[in-house]
């Protein structure tokens, strides 16, 4: 029985890159729902959400030979993705940009979203990650949720690496106060 | 060790970004601080249980769209599409028909008249020869 080897980022933006299709094809489809999670959990809205992610991928394909180093695709798209969350969230002005910035507290203590208590831990799990403020929840989500590396979230949230461990920190005492009477 | 940088560690710990000369001092504080003991425990149960959460698909009419720029297999999603025709797409479709036939039936009756009148001209000139000869232009 032959065993088929998923091809790397780097192969597939290599190949991309020289015009194949289909690398660019297995790159959105292995990315589509991630990059797509990644806007949802942070626009809040599925409609805008979609649009992000179009424009993301609109972006790989026009800007993919500008990315000279196929390594580093991940954190380049959900750069790219991020700053699409950013334009749409400074266009629709869905989110004041002051919650974009860091400060003290890692979560809004009154967000009006999400101040229903569901019975399910992994609901309650979910509505607590969208109650930290963007800064934080991207760096959370790309750390948790996408594996990233913290070299990898620096470059992707225009950060320092230090910056991201601070944010990883008080995401997770924060994360562990709104969750703690739960557990 | 202080609480403060204890919890710190924990966080690059669970992240296996945390260097080896600080294991031991941050195990050694767990040892003897409840305080920091909970909150490992309680944060690596989080950290475990956002592993399992799985991701939000993508909606199917971003697909689409992307299947026209050739990023998605065509066959792909036509697999769990469902055979759908709106109302005026429908009109649209039978004007469409409509048209090409009434268009290919006036193209077929030109045809048809000029060949006739071909015919006709062969056999008038067929008739003007005079018998026994072949009429040479």
Redo the contacts between chains.
Sequence with gaps: MMNTIPLSDDELVAQFRNGNLKAGSALYSRYKNAIFSFCLRMLEDTELSKDATQETFLKMMTKIQMLHNGMVFKSWLFSVARNEVLMIVRRKKIIPMERFDEDESAFDSDSPLHTAIHSEMKEKIQQSILRLKPAYREAYMLREIEGLSYEEIAQATESTVSAVKSKLFKSRAALNEMLAPFM | MNCQTS??Y???F??N?LSQNFLQPLFLHLGECDECRN?FV??K???D?????S?????E???Q??SV?????KNEPLMNRKLTVSVPSAIYSLCALVVITLFMYSVGSYQEKSMASQYRQTINAVRETPSGFTRRD
């Excluded at chain 2, 249980?49 to 959460?53: I, Y």
């Excluded at chain 2, 720029?69 to 297999?73: E, I, P, T």
């Design positions: 919890k710190e924990i966080s690059q669970l992240d970004e909150f309680q944060v149960s989080i950290h249980s956002v592993k399992k959460l991701y939000l698909p993508v909606p009419s971003l697909d769209k992307f720029l050739g990023l998605v297999k």
